[in-house]
């Protein structure tokens, strides 16, 4: 934990103060590096081999700075009790999953999609 990269130490720190890093997996595959990181509340993180956020994950809501606005705003107005508990960016797209264990994709700039099976 203390070889932690400095971007992702802030980003936890930022959105997850309450929630410190447990463990930290520095995944090589081939060309392609991820950054695996568990934090105390059962939250999981997924970081890029440039250090940004690609998923996110709980078993309890996420907080709703690391989710972009117009995805809560969809999800306030067309489903308003749930919540999110997992953010992931995809090739082109972002997808959440809400404690219903329904999954919406959205475009980059948050326009809804689908319903994801």
């Known amino acids: 934990v203390s070889d932690t990269p400095a971007e992702i130490t802030k980003y936890v720190s930022t959105h997850f103060p309450n929630n410190p890093i447990i463990q930290i997996i520095k995944d090589i595959d081939g060309l392609d590096i991820t ?12 970081f890029n081999r440039k250090k940004k956020i690609i998923d996110i994950e709980g078993l309890t809501k996420l907080p709703d700075s690391v989710i972009p606005l117009k995805l809560i705003e969809y999800v306030e107005a067309n489903y308003p009790n749930n919540f999110v508990i997992g953010w992931e960016l995809e090739d082109r797209n972002q997808q959440i999953k809400l404690d219903n264990d329904l ?5 980059m700039d948050g326009v809804f999609l689908r319903i994801e099976n």
């Open 35 to 46: 950054y695996d990181i568990t934090l105390e509340g059962n939250f999981y993180l997924e």
């Open 103 to 107: 999954e919406l994709e959205f475009t």
